[in-house]
């Protein structure tokens, strides 16, 4: 049975994120130099991740994502994997990440039973890798990015964050690397989540801009018709090759949206923009029975009625939408807590 909320929007995609640590700096995700994390015992283990999403599984979840932070910080991760990967409920079980340490886990992953890879991407350019995210890895990135065919994964995706100024230079470049590696590009839209303090409508490159500067370089391009929860809408070049857009920021998809988050501390959240999130670790770990657990999320997916997206885009006047400050009082409040 599936459990609909308010707008009939099915439970059935959790992203678990199994760190709030990253080993970047992302301009658009970290730009501050101080974070508040997580308390490590807070941390939930891996069994009791897997409990967890057991219960989300009966109650109609069947895709999965790992992300983060960075979920190759967290040590061992291919046994989460493995336990994951062993429950017949889970159709889809995918992993975000921003690649540094993949040439090393791809294959541990692979023969753990994970299904599909996304890697972070937004630069070709190492210098400029450099001074996005702080750090000098850029090389390790695409040694992982490689690493990922030859470990046996099909159906790569590169994710880009497109920043007006920054990298949309490279939306044509980045569409070739992804020809030459067998990857599909994903550009997102800058988005104004927490944690993105830095955050500007001039700052975001729109998915309709987006088009009209590959248009200009490939000619005509063509919307692929398909019924999707996906977040990104795809589009075919002349040649065939498939990319995809996810614009969040000017043209939501919070009406299909079917995603929930587990933060590493477990707290479920219902949206990328919710302020407050429900707390499983509490109830879980003074005992709660699996129908407990349930009667505790049911019908707070069944009052679902989070649009933070569509609601973000009808202010008038929009700005980062939490402050240093209250970021700081709340970690949770943070993309990379949240996972993305
Ligand atoms: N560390 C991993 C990574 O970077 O892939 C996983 C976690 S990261 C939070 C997940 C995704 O969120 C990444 O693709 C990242 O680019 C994206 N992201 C972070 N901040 C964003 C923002 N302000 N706007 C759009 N996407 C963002
Ligand atoms: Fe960058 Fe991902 Fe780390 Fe955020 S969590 S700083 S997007 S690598």
């Not at 910080?73 to 409920?89: Q, T």
Request: a neutral charge; aromatic letters at 6%.
């Amino acid at each position: 049975m599936a459990y609909l909320d308010t707008l009939g929007r099915p439970l059935r995609n959790l992203r678990i994120s199994v760190t709030d640590r990253c080993n970047l700096r992302c301009q658009y995700c970290m730009p501050e130099e101080e974070y508040v994390w997580l308390p490590r015992e807070d941390l939930l283990h891996f069994e009791e991740i897997s409990q967890l999403a057991d219960v989300f599984v009966e109650l109609g979840v069947d895709k999965v994502r790992l992300t983060g932070g960075e979920p190759l910080l967290r040590r061992d991760l291919p046994r989460l994997v493995r336990l994951l990967a062993a429950k017949p409920g889970i159709r889809d079980l995918a992993m975000t990440t921003n690649g540094v340490l993949l040439s090393e886990q791809a294959q541990a992953l692979y023969e753990a039973g994970l299904h599909r890879v996304t890697v972070s991407l937004d630069t070709l350019r190492p210098e400029r890798f450099k001074q996005l995210t702080r750090r000098d890895t850029h090389a390790r990135v695409l040694e992982g990015i490689e690493a990922v065919g030859r470990a046996g994964f099909k159906g790569l995706k590169l994710d880009s964050v497109v920043m007006r100024g920054t990298n949309d230079d490279e939306l044509v470049d980045l569409i070739e690397y992804g020809k030459r590696v067998g990857a599909e590009v994903r550009f997102i839209e800058y988005m104004d989540v927490g944690g993105a303090t830095l955050w500007s409508l001039d700052a975001v490159l729109s998915r309709t801009a987006i088009l009209e500067r590959l248009e200009r370089h490939y000619g005509p391009i063509e919307p692929v018709v398909e019924e999707s929860t996906a977040p990104a809408d795809r589009f075919a070049l002349s040649d065939g090759i498939l990319f995809g857009i996810i614009s969040s920021t000017t043209a939501p998809f919070c009406r299909s949206c079917d995603r929930s988050r587990l933060t590493a501390d477990g707290m479920w959240y219902l949206c990328l923009y919710a302020k407050q999130g429900t707390d499983l670790r509490g109830p879980f770990r003074r005992g709660a029975s699996k129908e407990e657990l349930k009667s505790l999320i049911i019908p707070t997916w069944q009052q679902r009625a989070e649009r933070g997206a569509e609601q973000r885009l009808a202010m008038a006047n929009r700005a980062p939408l939490v402050q240093i400050g209250e970021l700081k009082k709340d970690p949770h409040l943070e993309m990379h807590t949240r996972g993305g």
